[in-house]
């Protein structure tokens, strides 16, 4: 049996482009290791910027505004990896999902973020197509809706679990009123709690490599407590920095039942050569409880930590975005 079959588990490729697509992506489908896809602002600037596989569209398209030039190219690399993910939606529509992101510039405009998201799904014209909506008091708004009117959302930036509580209250709203089988995932970045917080924790006798796996639990607790298998939670930013950790870190220790984790290909590859392929042990609420409750005793202020990283996380997706559209302006 498999991880899958077992406990509902799934492990997709966070990572877009063309030629990819084309070859390494369809080999590690067919090998049963990912069942979906997701993309963001950054793997699309990284991708649109450094292949030449977009050269020809890109030559074709210079006449347009960039922005326009952008959906364009990003459109047909989604439609693409629909088309390819299209048999495991067909044998299982909690999977064979690719995500593509709402500008963010829109993640605190709820009518515009609702408008792009309806727009961008409707020129992709896929049923496995998941629109990505940040974790905003607008997006929560946003994300009901979109789901409301029948389109599966991937809501991204979580990093509290009051945003996946939040999350997964305004996704079951939605998808209860569209009357639809609509899917949706919760988004927890994972790895940049480690990045941000390992070196105070270790001027203050704590252990590293260990907040960012607890906060995700506790978030994963949050969006189970609603019992809506429509909704999994997303582990995303699960790739590891430097050689301190394995690679596959962070996704052995979140092989969780309902649950889906978003990895980069160097990530994959690790966890295919040395990861676990088995169900992870899962700390109980209280115990996460506990655990944030000794972090206060030392002075961790875990709200700034939330404040900053989704700041952070908002402002990293606009600058590519607009990096992006700045290279794409006519001369």
């Given amino acids: 049996m498999s991880l899958?079959?077992?406990?509902?588990?799934?492990?997709?490729?966070?990572?877009?482009?063309?030629?990819f697509l084309e070859n390494k992506f369809q080999d590690i489908?067919?090998?049963?290791?990912?069942?979906?896809?997701?993309?963001?602002?950054?793997?699309?600037?990284?991708?649109?910027?450094?292949?030449?596989?977009?050269?020809?569209?890109?030559?074709m398209l210079q006449a347009n505004e960039p922005k326009t030039i952008y959906e364009e190219l990003a459109i047909s690399?989604?439609?693409?990896?629909?088309?390819?993910?299209?048999?495991?939606?067909?044998?299982?529509?909690?999977?064979?999902?690719?995500?593509?992101?709402?500008?963010p510039a829109l993640c605190d405009d709820v009518e515009g973020t609702i408008e792009e998201g309806i727009r961008l799904n409707s020129a992709i014209g896929a049923d496995n197509v998941m629109i990505k909506v940040p974790a905003t008091e607008a997006g929560f708004v946003a994300m009901k809706?979109?789901?409301?009117?029948?389109?599966?959302?991937?809501?991204?930036?979580?990093?509290?679990?009051?945003?996946?509580?939040?999350?997964?209250?305004?996704?079951?709203?939605?998808?209860?009123?569209s009357n639809k089988d609509i899917k949706a995932v919760v988004s927890v970045f994972v790895s940049r709690f480690d990045r941000m917080c390992d070196?105070?924790?270790?001027?203050?006798?704590?252990?590293?490599?260990?907040?960012?796996?607890?906060?995700?639990?506790?978030?994963?607790?949050e969006v189970e407590k609603l019992g809506n298998k429509n909704i999994r939670t997303l582990f995303a930013s699960t790739g590891v920095k430097g050689d301190d950790l394995p690679g596959s870190y962070?996704?052995?220790?979140?092989?969780?039942?309902?649950?889906?984790?978003?990895?980069?290909?160097a990530t994959i590859e690790d966890w295919?050569?040395?990861?676990?392929?088995?169900?992870?042990?899962?700390?109980?609420?209280?115990?996460?409880?506990k655990y944030f409750d000794s972090l206060l005793s030392h002075k961790?202020?875990?709200?700034?930590?939330?404040?900053?990283?989704?700041s952070d996380g908002l402002e990293s997706f606009k600058e590519s975005f607009k990096e992006l559209l700045s290279k794409l302006q006519k001369d």
């Fill in 4 to 19: 899958k079959e077992d406990i509902n588990f799934s492990l997709w490729c966070d990572f877009i482009e063309r030629d």
């Fill in 29 to 59: 489908i067919k090998d049963e290791i990912i069942h979906g896809a997701t993309s963001n602002p950054a793997i699309f600037e990284s991708s649109i910027s450094n292949s030449v596989a977009y050269a020809q569209q890109l030559q």
């Fill in 77 to 103: 690399d989604i439609k693409r990896a629909a088309e390819i993910l299209s048999d495991l939606y067909i044998e299982d529509t909690n999977d064979g999902f690719i995500s593509i992101e709402v500008d």
């Fill in 145 to 177: 809706e979109l789901t409301s009117q029948g389109i599966h959302v991937n809501a991204t930036l979580i990093f509290s679990p009051l945003q996946a509580l939040k999350c997964a209250k305004a996704l079951n709203e939605g998808i209860k009123a």
């Fill in 199 to 221: 070196s105070e924790f270790l001027s203050k006798g704590l252990s590293t490599g260990k907040l960012g796996i607890v906060n995700a639990t506790k978030c994963y607790h």
């Fill in 250 to 265: 962070y996704v052995d220790a979140l092989i969780f039942p309902n649950s889906v984790n978003t990895a980069p290909l």
């Fill in 272 to 289: 295919i050569e040395d990861g676990k392929k088995e169900e992870s042990p899962i700390m109980s609420e209280n115990e996460c409880d």
């Fill in 300 to 310: 961790i202020d875990m709200n700034r930590v939330y404040n900053k990283l989704l």
